[in-house]
C-alpha cells in the first residue's frame, strides 16, 4: 500500500514557474516508478510526466516536454514536477500516481495509487 500527497499547486501568471511535490508513504517507493498527470474541467486525465523506479529515464507529453522537469528522491520518498514557462492551457488539477511496472505507462490504467492531487491555476 502507497499513499500519495500532492502539493505546490497555486495561482501563478503566464511565464511563471511552480514545483509541485509528491510525498509517498511507506518503505517501497522505490520499486515505483512513480507518473504526474492532470486533468481539467470537463476533459479526461491526461499524462504528463513519469519517472523509472531509479530515476535514471524520464517521459513526457510532447505539450509539456522543454518546460516541464520530473525527477525523484528515493530517501525522502518524493517526486517533483518542475514547471517552467506555464501557459493558461496548463491549468488543471494535478495528480501523482504510483506504478508497479518496470517501466512506466503513459495510461492511468497502468497506476495502481493515486493521490488528491493540487490545483494548477495559470492566470493570462
Known amino acids: 500500500q502507497v499513499q500519495l500527497e500532492e502539493s505546490g499547486g497555486g495561482l501563478v501568471q503566464a511565464g511563471g514557474s511552480l514545483r509541485l511535490s509528491c510525498a509517498a508513504s511507506?518503505?517501497?517507493?522505490?520499486?515505483?516508478?512513480m507518473g504526474w498527470f492532470r486533468q481539467a474541467p470537463g476533459k479526461a486525465r491526461e499524462f504528463v510526466a513519469a519517472?523509472?523506479?531509479?530515476?535514471?529515464?524520464?517521459f513526457y507529453a510532447d505539450s509539456v516536454k522543454d518546460r516541464f522537469t520530473i525527477s525523484r528522491d528515493n530517501a525522502k520518498n518524493t517526486v517533483y514536477l518542475q514547471m517552467n514557462s506555464l501557459k493558461p492551457e496548463d491549468t488543471a488539477v494535478y495528480y501523482c500516481?504510483?506504478?508497479?511496472?518496470?517501466?512506466?505507462?503513459?495510461?492511468?490504467?497502468?497506476?495502481?495509487?493515486w493521490g488528491q492531487g493540487t490545483q494548477v491555476t495559470v492566470s493570462s
Open positions: 500516481a504510483a506504478s508497479a511496472n518496470l517501466v512506466p505507462s503513459q495510461r492511468t490504467s497502468g497506476y495502481d495509487y
Open positions: 519517472i523509472t523506479r531509479g530515476g535514471v529515464s524520464t
Open positions: 511507506g518503505r517501497t517507493f522505490g520499486s515505483y516508478a
